[in-house]
């Protein structure tokens, strides 16, 4: 309930306009319309000044040097863990793990809990709308150990089908691995029904959250999740630095994944014992600038206000869905405005998504184009590629218009010369 | 908007040796992992020269284009003379300054035919020699 208070009290329309004049690749006039951020965001300037006063001020290894600058850094990078753990409502900070981005914290979970708790003829629930990050690890795991994998399919709108859930959860499921909003549709999963449903049927679940805590407030606590990744690139914060969230319980029986410093308590000849959790999964030195860097970037987005900035961009997303509806012989493909992320996913018939992202470039609109990392739910909707615009809390109406024109512009000057 | 100038729209509109041969020599396909770009040369070989070529699939204008305009230039060319065709032959051919995404594009043609008559794998240009 605090939550919900919170959600509400927080709530104020984003001033659009100040947050750009944070992001200084949108100075240019015309400005870059960067409509790509659900593959990686643009970074304000906080959050390159907090990297640049630490190698500029205090630049220095953490956690073992007898100086002043190394414990600032140290203090530091630990404020930052507790920026995020507090950003996804954690138990304890110490169950904030900083990995290299959302792929390493599933590999890590994938390694790790997956060899203590995985074997032959275990079952990994998916659904078809994974990334390749959160689908082959566990086919990685699954060669490894003879556990199979299974599906949880989608409808023909792109949301899951819960009629099938009963049948997929059985007592060989030991793990659900599913994203919170899907990269290519935008769908918006209601995950906490499914983790109530697989904790009833004995799985654990881990959450790809790369597309969710970006945008709207993520609470590991209310949810119950056991595991919850994402990627600090995808938030405002640079690139080189990713979280994964555990429950300690989990955390503290696994083995450690990568071995080397920091991960230790001792190191004999022939055997060593390991370090309490978090750094017994945070072996070398770590990617201290851009944890700090992660840090601001929290301190970014949650001063705007998650809930503000989930609102502008369902905003973003309804006024494009109506806007991109007027072009003839789009297919937008996913659920409805209401049911998703700001993430639109389309085809134009008659043009290559390449083609469509290649015109759009040249009027200085960046979209993506391609299979977006999701080779299977690509073959599930039948196409081979489509062209995906997706916003964050710097985006406008404006650019959405630009988007419009510069497709209109495409249509001219491809499906003119089809006829 | 030099990166659609016009011959390479008429090339992806009315491409030329566009198709399957009934028997061919040689027949390959390939796609490009990027993006999922297909496509497939068929070439007929007499005493070491191509006959007749022909290609088909699916992929953007640039992939498209330079696979016509290719074809256009192996045929009547010995193995020989095809074999030595380059990266750098491929991107004059195309006269458009490309990223490195769409070079792939351009090249996926050369790429199939190289793989299909000589065993060549790898992207033309970054050939494990």
């Not at chain 1, 630049?59 to 507090?86: C, F, L, P």
């Not at chain 1, 230790?264 to 978090?278: K, L, M």
């Not at chain 1, 998650?306 to 072009?327: D, G, P």
């Not at chain 2, 050369?110 to 060549?120: N, P, R, S, T």
Request: charged residues 25%.
């Amino acid at each position: 309930m605090t939550q919900k208070t919170m959600h509400t009290s927080d709530f104020r329309p984003l001033d659009v306009q100040a947050i750009r004049e944070d992001f200084p690749i949108f100075a240019e006039t015309p400005p870059l319309a960067f409509l790509d951020s659900a593959a990686s965001t643009q970074t304000p300037r906080p959050v390159v000044e907090a990297m640049d006063a630490y190698y500029d001020t205090y630049r220095s290894n953490i956690h073992r040097g007898i100086y002043r600058i190394s414990e600032e850094a140290t203090d530091q990078y630990e404020k930052a863990r507790q920026k995020v753990a507090r950003l996804i409502n954690a138990p304890r900070t110490s169950e904030v793990i900083f990995t290299r981005n959302t792929t390493e914290s599933i590999n890590l979970v994938a390694y790790s809990w997956g060899s203590l708790h995985i074997q032959q003829g275990d079952e990994i629930v998916l659904t078809d709308l994974e990334h390749h990050s959160n689908l082959v690890p566990w086919q990685m795991l699954a060669q490894r150990t003879g556990a199979s994998l299974r599906y949880l399919e989608i409808t023909d709108r792109g949301l899951l089908d819960f009629t099938q859930l009963q049948d997929v959860l059985t007592e060989k499921t030991k793990l659900v691995a599913i994203t919170h909003v899907s990269n290519v549709l935008g769908t918006i999963n209601p995950i906490q029904s499914v983790i109530d449903a697989a904790h009833a049927a004995g799985a654990k679940v881990i959450v790809d959250a790369a597309q969710s805590v970006p945008h709207f407030h993520v609470d590991v606590q209310q949810l119950d999740c056991d595991f919850l990744a994402f990627s600090g690139h995808k938030m405002c914060g640079p690139t080189g630095v990713g979280v994964l969230y555990g429950k300690m319980e989990l955390l503290d029986d696994m083995p450690p994944f990568l071995g080397g410093g920091s991960m230790i308590r001792s190191v004999e000849r022939d055997i060593s014992t390991y370090a309490d959790v978090p750094a017994k999964f945070e072996a070398g030195t770590p990617s201290i600038a851009e944890a700090i860097g992660l840090g601001a970037a929290v301190d970014y987005i949650t001063q705007a206000g998650l809930a503000s900035i989930h609102v502008h961009e369902q905003e973003l997303t309804k006024y494009a869905h109506e806007r991109l509806q007027e072009i003839e012989s789009i297919t937008m493909y996913g659920p409805a405005p209401h049911q998703k992320a700001g993430v639109i996913s389309f085809d134009i018939e008659g043009i290559h998504p390449h083609d469509v992202a290649g015109i759009l470039d040249t009027h200085n609109v960046a979209i993506r184009a391609g299979h977006h990392c999701a080779q299977p739910l690509m073959k599930k909707l039948d196409v081979i590629a489509t062209a995906r615009a997706s916003f964050y809390l710097y985006n406008t109406i404006e650019d959405v218009d630009r988007l419009c024109e510069g497709l209109q512009k495409a249509q001219t000057l491809m499906i003119r010369r089809n006829k | 908007m030099n990166i659609y100038q016009e011959e390479l729209l008429d090339h992806y509109e009315n491409p030329s040796n566009y198709g399957t041969l009934p028997n061919p020599d040689i027949s390959h396909e390939e796609d490009n992992p990027l993006c999922g770009d297909r496509i497939r040369m068929d070439l007929l070989i007499e005493d070491d020269i191509i006959k007749e070529v022909r290609f088909c699939g699916h992929g953007c204008t640039i992939s498209l284009a330079a696979a016509s305009m290719l074809t256009e230039k192996i045929k009547g060319k010995t193995l020989t003379e095809v074999k030595n065709i380059t990266r750098e032959d491929i991107m004059d051919m195309v006269g458009i300054p490309l990223g490195p995404v769409r070079v792939k594009c351009a090249l996926l043609a050369l790429k199939v035919l190289k793989a299909g008559a000589y065993g060549i794998k790898g992207w033309p240009g970054e050939e494990e020699q």
